[in-house]
DNA sequence: GTGAGACTAACGAACGTTAGTTAGGCTTGG
DNA sequence: CCAAGCCTAACTAACGTTCGTTAGTCTCAC
């Protein structure tokens, strides 16, 4: 209503772009529409051409950035192939999809902080719902005993868990690797040992 | 200097326990000076007489609650009894302190979200580290041939998203468990289950 | 015992700054 | 020519912080 929706390619675009960094490193708080409005090049008064408010602003970021990462896993999943391979794609995807988009890992973690159950509710309905059904589908298939669901909840968790982490490993023990493309080994290889036997 | 020692058990501590669950819940940006006074009962100004300002403030809350926090699982690491005992005492006390106090848990994420290499590194020197190392050393008594230290990293990592990812786990699929003492029964299973096959 | 002086910790008021937001005018591409 | 989009200027509210003051408490010399 308050926005104009032809020129969406544009500024609109060009501002949530620029925020989502911003967003990302210092939270909504942190950051002011002045800060924004610097990164875009344009003064603040002028945003407001664009969104409504700064919390509009804010959605339109996450919306951009987080059906981005859908898409991303979404892809991997699409894959054919042995299940082995299957899984090694699908586990990379998601490391490289943490790992290799801190600003989209990072809004998630302030996401997890400072949503309630209703934000959650929708970002799981708009985004991250299906790719979660896929991945569940894809590990029961695979491990027909198992929870798949659990399962994919234990991954998830483990590599968002581990991405957080990783700017103190070096500090708890310069012996941890940060290199995450064997943190996605690791957990291929593990998610496959434990289906070939089945009851751990 | 600035502030008094005599009187620490009184009001300047009033103030960091008051502040802390603040301070979890809406991130240092998101709490003004005058909200935690009204949570302690005073005058923002009054604050000035125990805390030189916002940020010392701050760090005393990090202080208090993390110090807590470590304490819970070095505790549990001094358990004597059978290695499988003593391996389920450290997992169970994991999960405790961080399922079981969401205000440490919050605050640890909000700091590494928000926190530098600095201050990472006094975190660690200051109230990780040795917890840290004693898992460590647990787990590489149980599994000499594996590497504690990556293990150790796993777990915590795991722990840690899990919890943070929980709240939203009924939305993603009614059947995961958010009971966390399952979740901390899994895991000892888990690692049990490893030790006992040496290569995976 | 009591009053003077030092200290603590509270207060209301105000400081300067920055926040998000709005109004209105200038510029310019279609 | 006109509307889209930028600007300057301004607003109110809230921010962290400082100030001067005051009420209460403790310690002692007298």
Redesign the interface.
Known sequence: MSTSIATDHSTRDRIAAAAAPLFAD?????VSVRDIADAVGIKAASLYNHYADKEALYFAVLALVFSRRAALVEDALKATGTPRARLKEMVSALVQGTAGDPVAA?LL??E???GD?RR??R???DV??RP??HM?ALLTELAPGG?G??TA??L???????C??A???P???P???TDTSVLAD?LA??LL?RME?PR?
Chains 1, 2 share one sequence.
């Not at 998830?156 to 581990?162: A, K, M, V």
């Open positions: 210092r939270g909504f708080a942190g990072r973690q302030r997890l902080l400072d159950i959650f509710e970002l799981v309905g991250f719902g979660f059904a569940t929870d669901a659990q909840a234990y998830i968790s483990l590599i968002h868990g581990y957080v982490f700017p103190v490993f500090a708890l023990d012996s941890l690797t690791n290889e593990e040992g036997r751990p």
